[in-house]
Structure formats: C-alpha cells, structure tokens
C-alpha cells in the first residue's frame, strides 16, 4: 500500500464530514457489498416529538405523559427526549429506573411498577387494547403495569433531507441497502417503501441487529453498517467497516471506524467512491 495515497484519501474524506479513527477503513469500504442502515438518528433526524396521546382506560393523557416524562428522565433516547419536552419529568419521582436498549424504560411510580417503550416490551403479552389508529409512520411507545396497558404515545420524526439521494447513489453503486431498527413494522415499513429500500427488518433488538449482519456476512456479504445509538455499538463493531453518526451516542462513536460529522448522509457514496478508486491506486 501507499501510504502517500491513503493519506491523501483520508484527508479528502474528512474534508466531506466524514472522519476516519481506524486503520485498514478503506480497504474494507471498497470492498462493501451490503450498506446496512439503522432508523432512528441514522436515516431520520431523531429529533421526535409527540403527536398524539391514546389512554385505554380513565387515566387522563395529561397523567399518562406526567408517568411517562418520570420514567424517561434517565434516558437519552430521542424518545425521552420527545416525552420529557411536553410534560415535566419532576412532578412525579421515579425510583429505580432501568434503562432496556432497543426496547424500552421500567420504573417504579409511587409503589407501582411501570414499563414503558415498544409493545412487546411494555405489554409483555397481554393483549393491546383497540384504540383510535396512530398517525400512519409514528412510532408508537406504550405505557403499561403488570396488570394493564395505560396509554398509547404517537412519536413522529422527520426523515433526513439526503437519505434518499444517498441511498440511490448506493445502490447504483452496486450495494444492496438494508435497514435495520428496533421501531414497529408499521413505522420501518412506511420509511422503506418511502426510502426505496426492499430489505428491511423491524423490531430488532440489539442481538436481533447482530445476528441480521452475522447472516449477511456468513453468505458472504461485506457489510458496511451505519448507526446512532447505545444499541448500534455491538453491531457497529461486528460490521466489516462502520459508521456513526455525529451527535449520537458516545459508545456507538467510539464504536464506529468512521464518524459522520455533519450527519450528511451524501458523504457515504463519495467515500465508496474514493475508497475504490484508492484501493486501483494502490494495487
Ligand atoms: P432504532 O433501531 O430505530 O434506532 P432503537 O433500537 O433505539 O430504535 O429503539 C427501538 C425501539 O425501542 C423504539 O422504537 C422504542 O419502541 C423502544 N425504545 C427504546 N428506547 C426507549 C426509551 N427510552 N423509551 C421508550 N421506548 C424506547
Ligand atoms: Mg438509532
């Protein structure tokens, strides 16, 4: 290899927004066959807020969000985010809280017990109950005891302006794009058919995310994954080349070969592009 020549490429890529921590980035870049994309503050902005809340029994929204605001105030989801800014988080204290990457919060309410976060998680399989539908491509976060479903919040986020130029440009470069996210099939289903991309899974956990990429990579697929958060880290690292988005989460920063600085999405088949062309250069 020339090392005069990877220079000069790494520069040119962090000229772009895009930051290399790790030896040998390039070479595995050029050589990418599948670009795996996780949803929320990857291809989405992550910037969430409420849209609307559903109760299914008396418990009033106001109190349902007062319960939720409480049982978030240890997380740095975007969805915490999202509950915290409409109701204030310290009118009600929540003890013992436990944070469940890729599924959700648990705390304790004045002696009661709470889960709140994906269904499967929330209602752990009690039956959900009907309510009015959600805003079609929200994510949709549920509120539950032990006994009972409680409530029903629609999060919306908006999708980032370059995602689908950039996943385009992937794919004519010969890549097969993936997305990959831990949110309902409804809200990944909606982002993909609007994305273009075919082959997607939802309501991955975090081991879910890494057996999908061990897959790909045991038929022969070099991946290039691109992620966010605390849950993206394990998977990040399992990647053959990987990139974290600016502005996420510290471990998934640390995790990634490659940092996203400004978030613009447009960079990632510039560098495919650049890695190819380097990689000619130096055989
Ligand atoms: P993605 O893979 O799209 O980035 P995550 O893996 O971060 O999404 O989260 C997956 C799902 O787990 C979310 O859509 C949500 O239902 C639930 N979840 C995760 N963290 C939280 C939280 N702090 N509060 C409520 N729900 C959460
Ligand atoms: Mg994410």
């Given at each position: 290899a020339?090392?005069?020549?990877?220079?000069?490429a790494?520069g040119e890529?962090a000229l772009?927004?895009?930051?290399?921590?790790?030896?040998?980035?390039?070479?595995?870049l050029?050589?990418?066959t599948?670009?795996?994309?996780?949803?929320?503050?990857?291809l989405t902005?992550g910037?969430?807020r409420?849209?609307r809340t559903?109760?299914?029994g008396e418990?009033?929204?106001?109190q349902?969000l007062?319960l939720a605001a409480?049982l978030?105030?240890?997380s740095?989801?975007?969805i915490a985010?999202?509950?915290?800014?409409v109701?204030?988080p310290?009118?009600?204290?929540?003890h013992?809280?436990a944070?469940h990457?890729?599924?959700?919060v648990?705390g304790?309410?004045?002696?009661?017990?709470?889960?709140l976060g994906k269904?499967?998680?929330a209602?752990?399989g009690r039956?959900?109950?009907?309510?009015?539908?959600?805003?079609?491509?929200a994510?949709?976060?549920w509120?539950a005891t032990d006994?009972a479903?409680?409530?029903r919040f629609?999060?919306?986020?908006?999708?980032?302006?370059?995602?689908?130029?950039?996943?385009?440009?992937?794919?004519?470069q010969?890549?097969?794009v993936h997305l990959l996210?831990?949110d309902g099939?409804?809200a990944?289903?909606?982002l993909a058919a609007?994305?273009?991309?075919s082959r997607l899974k939802?309501g991955a956990?975090?081991?879910?995310?890494?057996?999908y990429v061990g897959a790909l990579?045991?038929a022969g697929?070099?991946v290039l994954m691109?992620?966010?958060?605390?849950?993206d880290?394990?998977?990040?690292?399992?990647?053959d080349?990987?990139?974290?988005?600016?502005?996420g989460?510290d471990?998934?920063?640390e995790?990634?070969d490659?940092l996203l600085?400004?978030?613009?999405?447009?960079?990632?088949?510039?560098a495919?592009t650049?890695a190819?062309?380097?990689?000619?250069?130096?055989?």
């Open positions: 020339t090392p005069a020549a990877l220079t000069a790494t890529l772009d927004g895009l930051l290399v921590t790790r030896g040998h980035t390039l070479e595995a050029a050589g990418a599948d670009v795996v994309f996780d949803k929320t503050g990857t902005h910037r969430m409420l849209v559903d109760c299914a418990l009033a929204p106001g349902a007062l409480a978030e105030s240890g740095e989801h975007p985010r999202a509950l915290t800014d109701a204030s310290g009118l009600l204290t929540a013992r809280l944070n990457p890729g599924e959700g648990a304790e309410i004045d002696g009661q017990r709470y889960r269904a499967a998680f209602a752990a039956a959900l109950p009907a309510l009015p539908s959600a805003p079609e491509g994510t949709e976060i509120l006994d479903v409680l409530a629609a999060i919306g986020d908006s999708v980032r302006e370059d995602a689908a130029e950039a996943i385009a440009a992937l794919q004519a010969g890549l097969t996210s831990g099939e409804a990944v289903r909606q609007e994305l273009g991309i939802a956990s975090p081991e879910d995310k890494l057996a990579q045991q697929s070099r691109v992620g966010d958060g605390i849950n880290a394990p998977v990040l690292s399992r990647a080349v990987s990139v974290a988005m600016g502005g989460t471990v998934a920063a995790s990634g490659m600085i400004g978030n613009r999405l447009a960079s990632l088949p510039a495919v650049m190819r062309r380097t990689r000619r250069v130096i055989r």
